[in-house]
């Protein structure tokens, strides 16, 4: 059973228009919401993170939405550049505050391709 | 500030051997994880330390994967005897300890080949 699904594999836009990724939850006890990007042979690079309590998040070209009552996020990155090109990891926690199980539960990823 | 560590990066062994992982987390990280990445899916939690303590092994398969991490830095996830489906990259990944919503940082993975 997928808790965290992301259901583009991959995803093809042109250099400088906004890229929209999509992600979908269905466990509750989630409350800590991460995404990831990875380039090929390196682990996963942390992009940005929204708590539950929030409904946006923005660092420079990258916006991530919640909305907790439809168990759905949304990275947005705008204006879209050529190293943006790589695969987008969405990721969830149950809410941790110190010394608990806060391990990951990854979605299966969207590969994004930014086309000049 | 040095990264996650991992080694070796690569590593190919015939189906029932053995094989371990080693993983050197960001220094002043008290919470340490290793996750599988099979190819084609996210990364799974395979197990989360809080200092050399265990705190989440519920994914681990115990029959055959074990981990520790005795003085609380450094952990190695030994695999024996390997199976066909444990061809995959394994992640560690490390957080500070004692606050609330830290994002986790990886290391860039061990890739295991089982022949």
Redo the contacts between chains.
């Keep these: 059973d997928q808790q965290?699904k992301q259901n583009s594999p991959s995803l093809s836009v042109q250099e400088g228009r906004i890229s929209i990724l999509n992600c979908d939850y269905t466990n509750s006890m989630f409350?800590?919401f991460?995404w990831?990007k990875k380039y090929p042979?390196?682990?996963?690079?942390?992009l940005i993170?929204i708590?539950s309590i929030k409904d946006k998040n923005e660092d420079g070209r990258f916006t991530v939405f919640l909305n907790k009552s439809a168990k759905h996020l949304s990275l947005h990155i705008v204006p879209s550049q050529p190293g943006d090109s790589a695969v987008y990891?969405c990721?969830a926690s149950p809410?941790?505050?110190?010394?608990?199980?806060?391990?990951?539960?990854?979605?299966?990823?969207t590969h994004l391709i930014i086309q000049p | 500030e040095a990264g996650v560590a991992q080694s070796p990066r690569y590593k190919i062994i015939e189906k029932r051997q053995s094989v371990a992982f080693w993983c050197n987390p960001i220094s002043g990280h008290a919470t340490l994880y290793w996750y599988q990445q099979i190819l084609g899916q996210g990364p799974k939690l395979l197990i989360q330390f809080q200092n050399n303590g265990v705190v989440d092994d519920s994914q681990l398969p115990k029959d055959r994967f074990s981990a520790e991490r005795l003085k609380g830095v450094d952990s190695t996830l030994k695999i024996q005897p390997a199976k066909l489906e444990d061809s995959a990259v394994y992640l560690c990944a490390s957080s500070p300890e004692g606050r609330s919503n830290q994002p986790q940082h990886f290391g860039d993975g061990t890739r295991l080949s089982i022949l």
Excluded: N, Q
């Excluded at chain 1, 042979?41 to 942390?46: D, K, Q, R, S």
């Excluded at chain 1, 809410?95 to 990823?109: I, Y």
């Design positions: 965290v409350d800590y991460l990831y042979a390196e682990g996963p690079t942390f993170s708590s990891f990721a809410e941790s505050s110190g010394g608990g199980a806060d391990g990951l539960t990854f979605g299966k990823g």
